[in-house]
């Protein structure tokens, strides 16, 4: 007979372990609850647990962070129970891919939803979030409770698992180094570096010693010997941003490495062996680079063994709000202050349509926060001004025939979406093969550039 999964329980608040033990996919598993006056971490360690519910407050700290350095993290799941204050220990535990981290307060369908697929997979991953919450839920170096964010979480738990190669799309800000990092940090690779480079801002005539390095005397100015980043990612993960922006005749050479494992030092004599997971990122469609010819189709296919899509900012349902709390919580942990945010700043960082994403909210939070003396007001959240939903309605012609409004309508979108059709027929409401044979309609000349 199968032996049930074994979870370990550490629970403080008596309130709380009562909600837990109250759930049902709770009794699938073998319990080894966690006994007061004594060492949780210890007991942890000699229960032998597959998954491991710890309530991870302030007084915890000590053993928090002693688990953080224990390889115990090697052989548990963890699911980590918060009131959601900032803590470094929990940042660290994050960026070593411990588990899962809920914020107080707990949505526990959510959590029976949890332990029902980590029953049957051992795979920690949340399914619906909490709208109350003010802070969000964090899987590595990614925040965010909405349904697409927990999504991407089971996604990159999956993936992290093999060693695919996998090409990240999405839109600009929308986070996806901190998703590739992520992906990173859950994979056998955790404990060899990380290596970023961005592809639109290599000089054309060094890419090749960028990416592959050079031996000393190899061309002018070569002075001594460099490491490419293949080699400085050696073991490790390699991360290739806007990998569709490399000069197109640059491309066939890094197919070549991903085709036979080999590549040599621009003035070498001799080949090395890559040792590496590449992770590529494009803010542009694959689809469309490929037929604008800026991007090889052949390429594409040995960097996309798995593509995963990045949700933008504004199909993220709720996240924005917590967002901008998790941003001031920490610059108000960062300056020793206390300031907040208003409800009428709240109301507007929620209508706003965020086209610059993740990226563009950071960058306001820091300008709120600047402005005010101690409450975040309305008036303190200046945004980039690409969009404005305040005058949305004004911005509706009138008069014009009905046709001319749906194509100025699909075409604007469009333009909004730097050319992304799926994101663009998910946001009106029609299907991308519907999107497409308007867009032949009206012709390759009147489509925005991406």
Not at 26 to 52: M, R, T, V
Not at 306 to 327: E, K, T
């Amino acid at each position: 007979m199968k032996t049930a999964p074994k979870l370990f329980l550490q629970i403080q608040q008596p309130e709380l372990a009562s909600e837990l033990l109250a759930l049902s996919s709770l009794q699938q598993f073998e319990l080894n609850i966690s006994q007061q006056g004594h060492s949780w971490l210890a007991q942890l360690i000699d229960s032998q647990c597959d998954i491991a519910i710890i309530e991870a407050n302030a007084d915890q700290q000590e053993q928090l962070e002693a688990l953080s350095q224990h390889p115990v993290l090697d052989k548990v799941q963890c699911i980590f129970l918060s009131q959601g204050e900032p803590s470094l220990i929990m940042d660290q535990l994050m960026r070593q891919g411990a588990g899962v981290h809920y914020r107080a307060p707990f949505n526990f369908s959510q959590l029976e939803a949890n332990l029902s697929e980590l029953f049957s997979s051992l795979d920690p991953a949340p399914q619906t979030p909490s709208p109350q919450s003010s802070y969000l839920d964090q899987f590595g170096l990614l925040v965010g409770s909405s349904p697409c964010m927990h999504q991407l979480y089971r996604t990159l738990r999956k993936v992290a698992a093999s060693d695919a190669n996998t090409f990240l799309i999405g839109e600009s800000g929308t986070g996806k180094e901190l998703v590739a990092n992520t992906l990173h940090l859950f994979s056998q690779r955790s404990d060899a570096p990380f290596i970023a480079v961005n592809c639109a801002a290599l000089s054309p005539e060094l890419i090749d010693s960028e990416l592959f390095g050079h031996v000393k005397g190899a061309f002018t100015g070569a002075h001594k010997d460099h490491i490419g980043v293949f080699e400085q990612a050696e073991g490790g993960t390699l991360f290739l941003d806007e990998v569709t922006e490399m000069p197109y005749e640059h491309q066939a050479k890094l197919l070549r490495v991903l085709e036979s494992g080999e590549y040599r030092p621009v003035g070498s004599q001799s080949f090395k062996q890559a040792n590496v997971r590449v992770v590529a990122a494009t803010n542009r469609t694959p689809k469309d680079a490929i037929e604008e010819e800026k991007f090889r189709e052949d390429l594409y296919f040995r960097l996309a063994h798995f593509p995963i899509q990045v949700p933008p900012l504004r199909n993220r349902q709720g996240d924005a709000v917590g967002l901008a709390q998790h941003f001031l919580a920490y610059r108000n942990t960062q300056d020793q202050t206390n300031k907040t945010l208003s409800d009428q700043a709240i109301n507007k960082i929620a209508e706003y349509n965020w086209p610059g994403n993740v990226r563009e909210l950071k960058h306001t939070i820091e300008r709120a926060f600047i402005l005010a003396e101690h409450t975040i007001l309305a008036e303190h959240i200046v945004t980039d001004g690409l969009t404005d939903t305040n005058d949305s309605q004004q911005q509706i012609p009138t008069g014009m025939p009905l046709e001319d409004i749906e194509r100025m309508a699909i075409l604007k979108t469009l333009a909004e979406n730097q050319g992304n059709r799926n994101d663009t027929a998910q946001q009106l409401g029609i299907s991308v093969k519907t999107l497409y044979n308007k867009l032949d309609k009206y012709g390759t000349d009147s489509l925005p550039q991406a």
